[in-house]
């Protein structure tokens, strides 16, 4: 029988399949809801319901949790990368 077992090395298992699978569906629903929430927000502005400082304000929020999260993401790569614990 030809499976996809015998097409990969042997160190690669079902768990791991199932595992990097599990990681990609993740991230297919994250994407998926800051995609819808940014849809909504562009939808509730064209319909007038959000007032500019309100927008620009959330705009702000979001590019500060992005921020703060590159400025934390650094530091845990760096120390989950070194030999030292």
């Known amino acids: 029988m030809f499976g996809l077992e015998d097409a990969l090395l042997p160190r690669v298992t079902k768990t791991t399949l199932?595992?990097?699978v599990g990681w990609?569906?993740?991230w297919y629903v994250l994407t998926v809801l800051v995609v819808g929430c940014y849809s909504l927000l562009w939808v509730l502005d064209l319909a007038g319901l959000v007032s500019e400082s309100?927008?620009?304000t959330?705009?702000?929020?979001i590019a500060v949790m992005g921020t703060l999260f590159l400025v934390l993401l650094i530091p845990l790569f760096y120390t989950s990368r070194s030999s030292t614990r």
Do not use: D, F, K
Request: aromatic share 24%; hydrophobic share 60%.
């Open 18 to 20: 199932y595992r990097v």
């Open 24 to 26: 990609g569906l993740r």
């Open 58 to 61: 959330v705009w702000i929020a």
């Open 54 to 56: 309100w927008l620009s």
